[in-house]
């Protein structure tokens, strides 16, 4: 029977105890120029990214996908890379998507499909595109809760230790990404990683947890300045 299109499905938020993610083939992506390298060893960091597109109101799963669909255009067409360049991507809405090729099959193998989101460490990191932009305004609860769960979900898979995995953009390259925001709460991440590793469940969707959703909104801002390398 074939997929049936993630617009005609209901949302589905992530957990990592069920690490529900759309797809390419969900979000209709295009193929990449070239195949996809996959290293049969896990990355030993986690690398945090924001966008740095408008703070968007839009919390619908057709925005979330086409969100995808935007990045991988960009980073195709004006970066001239194969793909788009992060393993998995998180709306504001806290949709959790696949990014490069073959991503998902390789974290479920322990592997990584090698992206181009960090210059000079593609290698042996993977990224997560967190939608918005994140210099001075808050991030939303609800792509906040989904980040902490797909961070467990990669520990797990991937055997990492939170407080020494988890960093940002500006952790390797000269970049002010993953914006001042986001980049502070990243000691708050690997807590919040950390403990539930130790056996708290995930949370529930009638007892969020994070901060309130960020819904002002914000002025139009370049669209997805360069991550990293040439792939």
Known sequence: MAEEPAENAARTLFTADDPRIYTRAQWRARA???PTKVRRRPPDHIIVHHTATANSEDRSLAHALALSRLIQNFHMDKNGW?????????SRGGIVMEG???SLKAIRAGGLAVGAQVLHHNSHTIGIENEGTYMSRAVPGSLWRSLVEVCVWLCREYDLEPS???VGHRDYNNTSCPGDRLYARLPELRRAVATRLE????PSPD??????DDLTGD???????PLGDLP
């Open 219 to 225: 002025t139009d801002l370049p669209l997805f300045p």
């Open 164 to 166: 020494k995995a988890i």
């Open 207 to 212: 007892h969020p947890t994070g901060p309130e």
């Open 32 to 34: 990449p120029r070239r």
């Open 199 to 202: 056996g708290s469940p995930s």
């Open 82 to 90: 194969d793909d788009t360049g992060q393993q998995l991507t998180i």
């Open 100 to 102: 490069r090729h073959h």
